[in-house]
């Protein structure tokens, strides 16, 4: 029951490391129970915005930055690994030891985020896990993520209104905050270890926003032995690589940036070594502005890259991808798709491009707070690259420029994959 649940939940400590159990969902559950779950999640923060005091509700919305700022020094002290197996927790003082920071600080900021059902506190001044700061741990990549989007993500954004206000609104808050543009700045020596953190960020973030869902609504068991994707700046190749584990009849071309294939192929050489033994993943290096993508793949797949980029980088890059298909080749987008927050009767040139996963009335139709991290990513491109998620028609039109005739739509969550033909 609900009352099971809230009891259940945040409130007591996680066993152990590795124990799921009633503890957690994995990442990737079927589409139907990921919307069933994302209705109860809509529901409930629309009745609190419902019932609670508006200037509550607003303050608390403006308070909201110390927690991402607290979540940043507990990741980064790794608080959730020293307390990994103690489920009867550890005192402060001991946390303050290991981590070498203040002790009573440390103990306000746990207190925070306890409140805010992040870590349990078991006794006074002794604090465990529970099931969401396991995500904080080291191997998970999602620590990672919560470290990008609490670091230079948080910076970026307290330049927002300064940007919007500037009289030369070229550069982006993130300029502002550091002078430099994002990628640019991964390269300096300051910036060198948040770059390297970036592709692990980039695996966390698809963990959570269902990058698994890939191999279970495409219908990859169709596709004949040997069917070969292209991953055009697939990063580290964390998405194909679960796709090929999920249907080993499929083969891979990895590319991106030089810097970023060599990472690839440690990453591969350590997680999926048969891969690369039986020769079933290419690295192939490339600049997507300059260079043709690898010749004559059945598929080009293409995750996250184009919100990075405004229309025209966009057009270059889908561009070079179009040059390297045979007429049978495929190109399938994996992007997040932005929804209206109001219902309308969508003007979609067919049936078939239309977006047919809305939330049911009363719900805001986009899910609402279910997937506020949609709109979320948008702010995060405009502070950190100054560009931009799209529509739906925004991507059929841009991909028509590039000849690229509208083939289906899978929605897939959070993200969508949207599939098109050479024309
Ligand atoms: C947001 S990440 C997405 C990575 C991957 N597709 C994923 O979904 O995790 C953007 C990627 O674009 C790559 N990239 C940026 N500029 C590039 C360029 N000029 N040529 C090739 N790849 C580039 C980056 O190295 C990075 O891996």
Redesign the pocket.
């Known amino acids: 029951s609900v009352q099971e649940i809230i009891s259940i939940y945040p409130n007591i400590p996680h066993p152990d490391s590795t124990s799921l159990g009633i503890y957690d969902l994995p990442e990737n559950v079927p589409p139907e129970l990921t919307r069933a779950i994302q209705r109860v999640e809509a529901a409930c923060a629309q009745l609190s915005c419902a019932v609670a005091s508006p200037g509550h509700v607003v303050l608390n919305k403006t308070l909201l930055h110390a927690e991402p700022a607290s979540l940043l020094v507990v990741t980064q002290a790794r608080i959730a690994d020293y307390l990994l197996g103690k489920p009867d927790g550890l005192h402060i003082s001991e946390l303050a030891r290991l981590s070498g920071l203040d002790e009573g600080k440390l103990g306000r900021i746990l207190r925070l985020l306890v409140t805010s059902h992040v870590f349990c506190e078991v006794k006074p001044n002794v604090f465990s896990n529970n099931r969401l700061s396991m995500k904080l741990l080291k191997s998970d990549p999602v620590s990672d993520t919560v470290c990008l989007l609490t670091d230079e993500s948080l910076m970026a954004s307290s330049y927002l209104n300064e940007s919007m206000i500037a009289k030369d609104g070229s550069k982006t808050p993130f300029e502002r905050a550091t002078g430099l543009p994002f990628?640019e700045y991964h390269k300096t020596p300051e910036g060198k270890a948040k770059g390297d953190r970036?592709?692990r960020a980039?695996?966390g973030?698809?963990n959570v926003t269902g990058?698994g869902l890939l191999a279970m609504v495409y219908p990859w068991e169709q596709q004949p032995v040997d069917t070969t994707i292209c991953?055009?700046?697939?990063?580290?190749g964390?998405?194909t690589m679960a796709l090929m584990k999920a249907h080993p009849h499929l083969k891979v071309v990895l590319?991106?940036?030089e810097?970023?294939i060599i990472m690839g192929k440690q990453f591969w050489n350590q997680e999926y070594p048969e891969a690369v033994e039986r020769e079933r993943v290419q690295f192939v290096?490339?600049?997507?502005?300059?260079?043709t993508a690898a010749e004559g793949c059945d598929f080009y797949y293409?995750?996250?890259?184009l919100?990075?980029w405004p229309d025209e980088q966009s057009f270059l890059?889908l561009s070079n991808v179009r040059k390297a298909m045979k007429p049978s080749s495929r190109l399938i987008i994996?992007d997040t798709v932005l929804r209206q927050a109001v219902r309308t009767t969508s003007a979609s040139p067919s049936q078939d491009a239309t977006l047919k996963d809305v939330a049911p009335e009363p719900l805001l139709p986009n899910y609402g707070a279910a997937r506020i991290r949609t709109y979320e990513l948008d702010m995060i491109m405009m502070n950190l690259l100054g560009s931009a998620a799209r529509t739906l028609d925004e991507f059929l039109v841009l991909c028509g420029k590039c000849n690229f005739k509208f083939e289906k739509l899978y929605e897939v969550g959070e993200t969508d994959l949207i599939e098109f033909s050479p024309i």
């Open positions: 990628f970036f592709p980039m695996v973030w698809g990058k991953d055009v700046a697939g990063g580290n964390h998405v590319q991106d940036q810097q970023v290096p490339f600049n997507f502005f300059q260079d293409i995750r996250s890259i919100r990075d890059i994996h």
